[in-house]
């Protein structure tokens, strides 16, 4: 069990907090509808909503705003959403996952494919680059709960697989069947968690350039604009004076 990495999920990268707020709102509140749908509209009987429901409080989303999105689960004129996933390339021979709710699978391909055809990436097939990435669970505690000693024993004791930990916050991997056990445990010690969520972890990390860099961050912005792209993950790496200068 690894004390630290370098991997960061590129949704927590520099800058990621300047989205806006409006969209983030709208993707949080379609996750948890999509979980209430999918199993119990119970947060404490649905793992999958509890993680939804934490994420979403994580970033301020109103009380009234979660209750609405469970309660539109069990309406009878409820959109449909569909999961999908997309793999491709970037600049720099960076792999990307994207993971989308849609409620139209051809508009959100079509969006998907313009994002990485104008931004020199290139939209693979499925399988592609999933490969190459481990499916994990992920659970994110921000740095002041403690200092990586503290966060490493908790993690340890409540069965985690592994720990980054940084300034920007702790990162505790888990197997995919033991995330909510693990999150559990967890909350006992250290609080509720930022989030709580199955994830894409790269088995090799990429160097990437300045140059590379700037048009890769154009690439995830376009992706993450789009309303229904959830989450982006990455296997690159940018070195901390690379990210000073693009800001």
Wanted: proline share 2%; net charge negative; charged share 30%.
């Amino acid at each position: 069990m690894a004390g630290h990495s370098k991997y960061k999920n590129i949704m927590y990268r520099k800058g990621a907090q300047d989205k806006k707020r409006s969209t983030l709102f709208s993707k949080l509140c379609r996750e948890i509808t999509v979980a209430a749908k999918t199993g119990l509209p119970d947060p404490d009987m649905n793992a999958r909503l509890r993680a939804a429901v934490i994420a979403a409080r994580a970033q301020s989303v109103p009380k009234d705003n979660i209750q609405r999105s469970i309660d539109k689960a069990s309406a009878s004129d409820a959109e449909t959403y569909e999961e999908i996933r997309y793999e491709g390339f970037g600049p720099g021979g960076v792999s990307l996952i994207v993971e989308a709710l849609t409620d139209n699978r051809n508009r959100t391909a079509t969006n998907v494919r313009t994002a990485f055809a104008k931004n020199g990436g290139n939209l693979g097939a499925s399988g592609s680059v999933s490969h190459a990435f481990d499916r994990v669970g992920l659970i994110n505690y921000p740095a002041t709960v403690g200092d990586a000693e503290k966060v490493f024993e908790a993690a340890l004791d409540a069965g985690a697989e592994d720990v980054s930990s940084s300034d920007d916050g702790h990162e505790i991997w888990t197997e995919i069947g033991s995330l909510h056990e693990v999150a559990k445990a967890l909350e006992a010690v250290l609080g509720e968690a930022e989030g709580a969520k199955l994830a894409w972890r790269p088995q090799v990390m990429i160097d990437v350039g300045e140059g590379d860099a700037g048009t890769l961050f154009k690439l995830v912005d376009a992706l993450d604009d789009d309303d229904d792209v959830q989450t982006v993950w990455g296997n690159y790496d940018i070195a901390d004076d690379i990210l000073e200068k693009l800001g």
